[in-house]
């Protein structure tokens, strides 16, 4: 690498690496995962507190701000403790399932739902106010007085309808899963922050022009997210 | 058989009982107005009737069926809110088309139903725009085609003007009414506002606390209001308490002076308390025509309303209002001037406590 010499040689040399390629695509593919169960959880839950459990609101907004209060050390060494060993039936011997450490499949589950813990405050308090912009109650009575059944209900009203916070929340839990490096080391998964983190003990310009690259990602991901919702934050404006 | 039948409703949440005893049979083609002030319990029934609620008592019937336990997606009822409750991902012709699609019908059918729809109220050029670019009037509207769309049994207004200004209000609750008796369908309309009631309804249900005070036509409720709730919530009423006088001619006093009125106070006896109202509007000067009661009094203030003058005037400690119609040519007594006035024993209405 040249010294005091202005050249794109750094990225050159960090994507040439296969290990960057794959690392990345690992996390992106981890990231896609947590997002998907992240929604699956989190749009439920806060639709039915807004629509039937107004009263358990303060409960659950704690319960997800609990990443913030508790490390992610913690969590990692929580998760391993448990499932490290198989899950067996009370007073018996009976294998249930296989510990989720010694598997594949089994730590990427783990890891997932880690990402899922911690990716919590984001998307619960972005859908949470994407959905107290838009009268759920309301909207879901009109489309129960039509026929609609809560699965029609969800798809096609409330989750279009909260779309700037879906994604608002999806690229927050995107920006969390591909800089971690806590979850990732501890469990041994090839994801992109341990990558990222070795590289950055042995060489000095390729992690800076990776970082870099997170960011034009991160501005294009916003970018994306401008275009995608500009319609309805018109909508929302209009009044 | 009424066509719907609400029998002997009652919710109650937790400690509260919202509605109470409510009973109402709804012909074919009615429009019937839930009429009362915030907390009666007038959209707690409403919402009983969509499904949203369940009661906790009675029973609820449609057309025969019996629909108290049914869920609301599976009741064949349209409703409009105040908020319009437009979905806003979704053009206007696709809210209006939203009901025909989650009943599967053909796409031919639902773009030839949603014209028809946007034809009725008169926005067919509006399908391809979203709620956000129309006024509220026009999202009303819109609301009303949606609700309307799958033809359904029922259709339910939760006071769906109140977010309106005072002129556009006027206007579509004329156009409501229009639609409503054009498709003979069957609805109830929940209001705050008396004038809104009076104005759209075939009949109107005034609530207090959770149950009917009094069922009429709009005509019934205003001119001879049941109970001293229903008079003093329509319209502006004096209302005293008098002392029976002579039970055998309808005679009663208040304060000083005596009155007479058309309705029986045989049941009761000398001495007995009652409560009796008159209308501002039933009122007179002497001068103009002397009719069967006459009031000495003295002018007390005069509002003038636009259409009409307020005069006030006193007997005594008792104050009492009375409306004149407005006329160029209108000439009042001044204010402290003793002048008689005067009203029919028609007037003179006993109200049930």
Redesign the interface.
């Known amino acids: 690498m040249d010294r005091d010499t202005l050249s794109l040689k750094a990225y050159q040399s960090a994507f040439s690496d296969p290990q960057f390629l794959k690392t990345f695509l690992y996390s992106m593919f981890l990231a896609a995962m947590t997002i998907l169960v992240s929604i699956a959880l989190v749009v439920p839950t806060a639709y039915w507190i807004r629509l039937r459990l107004p009263q358990a609101r303060r409960i659950v907004e704690f319960i997800t701000l609990m990443p913030f209060v508790v490390p992610a050390i913690i969590l990692v060494f929580g998760l391993i403790r448990i499932y490290s060993s198989p899950f067996e039936i009370p007073f018996t011997s009976i294998v249930l399932i296989q510990p989720l450490t010694n598997f594949k499949v089994g730590t990427n589950i783990l890891i997932i739902g880690g990402y899922t813990v911690l990716g919590l405050p984001y998307m619960y308090r972005s859908v949470d106010t994407g959905m107290r912009t838009?009268?759920v109650r309301?909207?879901t009575?009109?489309?129960?007085?039509?026929?609609?059944?809560w699965g029609?209900i969800i798809t096609r009203?409330i989750l279009?309808?909260v779309r700037t916070a879906l994604l608002s929340g999806a690229l927050l839990t995107f920006a969390i899963v591909v800089g971690e490096v806590v979850l990732a080391s501890f469990l041994g998964i090839p994801a992109f922050g341990p990558y990222l983190f070795l590289l950055g003990q042995h060489r000095a310009y390729e992690p800076a022009a990776l970082a870099f690259t997170t960011f034009l990602l991160t501005w294009a991901a916003m970018g994306i997210i401008q275009l995608i919702t500009g319609?309805?934050s018109?909508?929302?404006?209009?009044? | 058989m009424a066509y719907l039948e609400l029998n002997n409703i009652s919710k109650v949440f937790g400690k509260t009982t919202a509605v109470e005893d409510f009973d109402l049979q709804v012909e074919k083609g009615e429009l019937v107005s839930f009429l009362g002030p915030s907390g009666c319990g007038k959209t707690t029934t409403l919402r009983m009737v969509a499904g949203f609620e369940i009661p906790t008592g009675g029973t609820i019937a449609i057309n025969g069926i019996n629909v108290t336990n049914k869920a609301p997606n599976q009741r064949d009822v349209g409703m409009i809110f105040q908020s319009y409750a437009l979905f806003p991902n979704l053009t206007v012709a696709g809210n209006v088309g939203f009901g025909l699609k989650i009943a599967k019908k053909p796409s031919d059918e639902i773009h030839k139903r949603v014209a028809e729809m946007l034809e009725l109220i008169h926005m067919p050029e509006y399908g391809n725009r979203y709620p956000y670019q129309l006024s509220g009037g026009q999202q009303q509207r819109v609301a009303l085609a949606r609700a309307l769309a799958l033809s359904p049994d029922v259709l339910l207004l939760d006071e769906p003007l109140s977010a309106l200004d005072a002129k556009i209000r006027v206007s579509l609750r004329a156009e409501i009414r229009s639609i409503q008796q054009e498709l003979g369908i069957t609805a109830i309309y929940v209001t705050h506002d008396q004038e809104e009631a009076l104005s759209i309804s075939d009949r109107i249900v005034v609530m207090y606390n959770g149950h009917i005070e009094q069922i009429g036509s709009p005509f019934q409720v205003y001119n001879f209001p049941e109970t001293a709730f229903v008079a003093s919530f329509i319209g502006t009423l004096n209302a005293f308490d008098a002392e029976v006088v002579d039970p055998q001619a309808n005679t009663i006093r208040i304060g000083g002076i005596q009155l007479n009125t058309e309705e029986s106070l045989q049941e009761h006896k000398i001495g007995d308390k009652v409560m009796i109202a008159i209308r501002p509007e039933r009122l007179s000067f002497s001068s103009d025509l002397k009719k069967a009661n006459l009031i000495n009094s003295q002018i007390e203030n005069i509002t003038f309303l636009g259409s009409i003058v307020r005069v006030e005037v006193v007997i005594g400690d008792i104050h009492m209002f009375m409306d004149t119609f407005n006329n160029p040519f209108l000439e009042l007594p001044k204010i402290g001037e003793k002048v008689e006035i005067t009203c029919s024993r028609q007037a003179v209405i006993i109200l049930n406590h």
């Not at chain 1, 009575?141 to 059944?149: F, K, L």
């Open positions: 838009v009268d309301t909207l009575e009109a489309a129960q007085s039509m026929g609609a059944n029609t009203i279009p309808n319609g309805q018109q909508a929302a404006g209009a009044h």
